[in-house]
C-alpha cells in the first residue's frame, strides 16, 4: 500500500480505501485513467457530481474522501511520480481543501438520488451491507413494517431518519423482502390474464399480468391492423424511415466511419460525443458531460450497431465492420435492403437491453416491459398512470398482512414506466408530454411494432 511506510496501517489502509474507488471512477467516468494527472475540473467533478451520482456510502465516509485524496497527491509528489502536464500539486490540494464542503453538500443532497437511492443511503449508515441480500432484505422488512409512514418519507425524501420509533436490528427481521422483477425473460408467454385462478390457467411461478395494463384480448386488434399494413410496402417502408433510433444509427454508422477512438467502456471518446450532440442538436441540460452513456440518444442506436455487428470493438478503437448480416443502404438507393436494416437494428436493441442486467442498460421491469411494449409499441400507443400519484394508498399496509401490496404495484409500474421513457429517449418510441395528472403515453409505429413482435419471436427460442 502507498502510505504503509508513512503512516500506522490500519490508517493506510483506510486511506487507501478510500482513493481507490476514486481512481476507479475517474478512470471509467471521466476517461482518465492517469492516476498521476489531475486538473481543477476532474478533482471538482468527481467529488461532486460523479461520486454523490455513483456511490452510496455514510456521511463519514464522504468527510474523509478528499482528505485521503490530498494525502496521495502528496504521496505522488514525494515520489516525484505528479504527472507534470497536470495542475501544480499544492494547487490541486488547495483545491481539494476548497470542495470538501460542497462535496459533502453533494453526498448530502436527497435530489441527486432515487427514492431507492435515498433507501439505500440510509440502510448504509445503518451498517448494512448491500452485498449481503439477507441483511438487507430484513432492513426493507424493517423498513416496511416497523416505521411510521412520516419516517418513511423523511427516509425516502432525505436519505435519513432522526429518530427512529423503532430502532433496526437484523436478528429480529428475518424476512425478505419481495424481489424486483428480473431482466432474463422478455415475454408473457405463459402469465396469467386477469381471468386466471388456478395453476391449471398458468404456471405457477408466472408472474401475474401487469394490473396497469390492458386486457390481453384487446392485443389482437395491433396485430389485425399490423397484418394490414404490412401489405402496403412502400408505406411501411417509410414508418421505418420514421423511427429516430434508425436514422439516428445511420448516422453513426456514418459517423464511425473506418475507425474512431474508444474508451475503455467501449464508448466513443467525449470529443467526439460531443460532435454527436452539436450536429444532432442534443439539449443535455445542466449536467456535465463525463461519458458518452450518459446520452441515451447515443446509446441506444450503438447498443444496437455494436450487438447487431455493424460496428466492432478492437482495442482502444472501434471500426466499422467489414460484413454485417443486414448492410445499411439508404432508402433512396434501395428501399428493401433499408427496410431489412432499420428492422434488424430495432430488433437488436430490444433483443440486447432484455437480455443485459438491469443495471448494464437492461430492463428494470422485465417481463412487465416485453408486457406493456407489446401494446406502446404500435400506433395507438399506451397511456400509463403515475406510479406514486397516491403515497397515502402507496405506503399503508394491508390491516391482515402488514404487507404493503399498493407499494409493489405501484414499483412494478415505475419500472415498467422508466423502461418505456428510456427506451423512448433511445428513438425506438415517441412519448407525449406529462398529463396534468401525471399520465404519459408512449407510442410507436407499425414498423417499431413489427420489429418488437420479431425480437420476441427470437426470445422466445432463447435458451433461459
Known amino acids: 500500500m502507498w502510505r504503509r511506510e508513512s503512516v500506522p496501517q490500519e490508517q493506510a489502509d483506510d486511506e487507501a480505501a478510500h482513493v481507490e474507488p476514486l481512481l476507479r471512477l475517474k478512470d471509467e467516468q471521466l476517461e482518465s ?11 471538482e467533478v468527481l467529488l ?3 461520486v454523490p451520482r455513483k456511490v452510496i456510502q455514510p456521511r463519514e465516509m464522504a468527510m474523509a474522501q478528499a482528505p485521503a485524496l490530498g494525502q496521495f497527491f502528496a504521496f505522488l509528489e514525494s515520489r516525484g511520480r505528479w504527472h507534470r502536464d497536470g495542475l501544480e500539486v499544492g ?18 443532497d436527497p435530489t441527486a438520488r432515487s427514492f431507492s437511492g435515498n433507501l439505500m443511503t440510509y440502510a448504509s449508515t445503518l451498517g448494512v451491507g448491500l452485498e449481503a441480500s439477507e441483511q438487507f432484505e430484513a432492513f426493507v422488512q424493517w ?19 432522526t429518530s427512529p420509533s423503532t430502532t433496526f436490528d437484523p436478528a429480529e427481521w428475518p424476512g425478505a423482502a419481495a424481489p424486483a422483477p428480473s431482466g432474463g425473460s422478455a415475454f408473457f408467454s405463459d402469465a396469467p390474464g386477469p381471468g386466471a385462478s388456478s395453476a391449471a390457467d398458468a404456471h405457477a411461478d408466472a408472474p401475474p399480468w401487469p394490473w396497469f395494463l390492458p386486457d390481453r384480448s384487446e392485443m389482437e386488434q395491433p396485430l389485425l391492423t399490423l397484418a394490414q399494413a404490412e401489405e402496403e410496402p412502400r408505406a411501411i417502408a417509410a414508418e421505418h424511415a420514421e423511427v429516430p433510433l434508425v436514422q439516428r444509427a445511420a448516422q453513426l454508422l456514418e459517423f464511425v466511419g473506418a475507425e474512431r477512438a474508444a ?16 450536429e444532432w442538436g442534443l439539449d443535455l441540460g445542466p449536467a456535465t458531460l463525463t461519458s458518452m452513456w450518459q446520452v441515451d440518444e447515443i446509446t441506444g442506436p450503438w447498443i444496437a450497431l455494436l450487438a447487431g455487428g455493424w460496428i466492432e470493438i478492437a482495442g482502444a478503437k472501434v471500426r466499422s465492420a467489414d460484413e454485417a448480416p443486414a448492410p445499411y443502404v ?31 442498460n437492461g430492463l428494470r421491469g422485465g417481463e412487465d416491459t416485453m408486457a406493456a411494449l407489446l401494446f406502446a409499441a404500435g400506433p395507438a400507443g399506451l397511456t400509463l398512470p403515475e406510479p406514486f400519484s397516491d ?18 404495484k405501484a414499483r412494478r409500474l415505475w419500472r415498467a414506466q422508466s423502461d418505456l421513457a428510456r427506451l423512448a429517449a433511445f428513438g425506438l418510441l415517441w412519448h407525449d408530454q406529462e398529463a396534468a395528472d401525471g399520465s404519459r403515453r408512449f407510442h410507436g409505429n407499425h414498423a417499431t411494432l413489427a420489429a418488437l413482435i420479431s425480437a420476441v419471436d427470437i426470445l422466445r427460442e432463447a435458451p433461459r
Open 33 to 43: 485513467p492517469d492516476p498521476s494527472f489531475w486538473t481543477e475540473q476532474l478533482i
Open 48 to 50: 461532486t457530481q460523479v
Open 91 to 108: 494547487r490541486a490540494r488547495r483545491v481539494l481543501e476548497g470542495l470538501e464542503f460542497r462535496a459533502l453538500e453533494a453526498a448530502d
Open 143 to 161: 423498513y416496511n413494517t416497523a416505521l411510521t409512514d412520516a419516517e418513511r418519507h423523511e427516509i425516502s425524501d432525505t436519505g435519513r431518519l
Open 263 to 278: 474508451t475503455v467502456t467501449g464508448a466513443l471518446k467525449l470529443v467526439d460525443v460531443r460532435d454527436l450532440i452539436e
Open 330 to 360: 439508404p432508402a433512396s438507393e434501395d428501399a428493401e435492403s433499408f427496410r431489412l436494416f432499420a428492422r434488424a437494428t430495432m430488433m437488436m436493441l430490444l433483443i440486447s437491453i432484455s437480455q443485459e442486467d438491469p443495471e448494464e
Open 391 to 408: 403515497l397515502s394508498e402507496v405506503l399503508t399496509p394491508s390491516p391482515a398482512s402488514g404487507n404493503r401490496p399498493a407499494l409493489e
